[in-house]
């Protein structure tokens, strides 16, 4: 009996399979790279078929999760490839069953790239039923937008945005006009690209509830130009009522203002009328009430009859990585050299790339634009102290990064010392330079009235040859080639003879 059963628990283990993650991979769908910023959530397809993989952009510290839960077209298994190729990259992550039969992986980002999504049906199979994936992200800046116009974050159709408000984070940069807002506390910025034209409502309210407000501007050819120029295009023909009502009203757009609210409510409604294709318009949302809450805020016409939608591809300049290593100190100049490398996706095919040290120097470069890009900046004084590298593109400034490193320390010191001045009764006397370890040649200067045993000892006996006060020059050269003095007094006195029984020199 006992070695029946061993022969029977050896054929569970030849027959049963566990897979730790899947290498089906059969084709790629979706086939673009997504992309996401921290607070969205959204469905990267309804119709993923097990064995299809696809393609995201990932930053470092960015926590992200995809998962197919709540779907139940079959039985799944994830896998998450490092790089962009399926089945061949290292195996960042794998789940099965986190909820019922269904998965979902949740995985902090340690590097800036790309990773790569296998959907399997289990176990490791392909299958050609449709089931849902989703995709959200959470942490680093919090998904709250951008503190700034030049910074702000893209809208997308399709995705609830939700993030923590900002208290005590500031006011509106100077420059827009604000129009309808009174004031401006604790802003974040956002922009759209319109994909397909229509109208476009936006939802935006607050959990718990607290007074939100907004403005949006548009519009506009590019998202850059009225970040640069708030005064020309971030701007309106006055009537700046407020808007708090879904739809058009308002009396906007006015100008440049589409539509605005500085209501004491907790929601708003921001339309934009007849938006067309390949348009931006620019939202700023503020908390006026400077108290803790969730801003809240997604398309409500999604679908709908004359409804637009925003580009959920948006492929906008970003500039990944800027290193910054300082050469040694050219002793003969004092003088180094910064270089580094910068790494950027989707740069703009215009203007130029400008990289700059804050003590002035500076390169730029004309496009094409071909990452990554490498850089010296020359002819730096050596100072040891904290310098700031910037690149940035003049066509695309918030595509921009910043870099600190230390100089090196000055190189061409140089220590001389002739000794101490000394007074002396009589005519002759020994000479104390001191020798410091750089100090690789040395000699005293030839001095009128003076006679030198050695003029190249720091010690040298000398002999004056009359009283009075002489000044010696020590000369030195260091080791880095550079030449310094210093100068010592010696102060000779005249001897008298005094009569006694034992006849004395005294001075």
Known sequence: MKKFYIIFFIILITKVQVFSQCYNCNSNYPTSTQSISPGQTITVSTCVYGGEYSRYNVTSGITYTW???????????????????????TVLAYNDDACGLQSSITWTANFTGTVTLLLSKYNCQNQSTCM???????????????ATCA???????????????????????SGPD???LGSTPNPVWYYL?????????IYIHSSPQRD?????????????????????YLTNNGGCSSHHAPGPGGGYPTGNTVDCSYSASWEEWCYIPNAQTGQFYILLITNYSNKACNIIFEQTNVGQPGAGSTNCNIVICNMSSITATPSACNPSTNLYSVSGTITFTDPPTSGQLIITDNSGASQTFNPPFNSPINYTLTGLNSNGTTHTVTAQFTDAPSCTASITYNAPSACNMCNANAGPDKTICGLSTNLEAIIYPDNASYNWSPTTGISFANINSPTTAITATAPGVYTLTWNVTSTYGITCTDQVSITFDNPTVSASASPSTIC
């Not at 849902?132 to 680093?140: E, I, Q, V």
């Not at 690209?193 to 409502?201: S, T």
């Not at 939100?212 to 020309?232: E, H, K, S, V």
Request: glycine share 18%; aromatic share 12%.
């Open 67 to 89: 998962e197919t839960c709540g779907d139940t077209d079959f039985d799944t298994q994830l896998t998450l490839y490092q790089g962009s190729t399926c089945g061949s990259g």
């Open 132 to 146: 849902t994936l989703k995709w959200s992200a959470s942490g680093g800046g919090g998904g709250s937008g951008g």
């Open 151 to 173: 910074t702000a974050d893209p809208f997308c159709t399709g995705t609830t945005y939700n993030f923590p408000a900002g208290v005590n984070s500031g006011t509106g940069e």
């Open 178 to 180: 604000y129009c309808c």
């Open 193 to 201: 690209l319109i994909d397909q034209p229509g109208n476009i409502e």
């Open 212 to 232: 939100l407000d907004f403005i949006c501007w548009g519009p506009f050819t590019n998202i850059d130009d009225p970040c640069m120029y708030p005064t020309t």
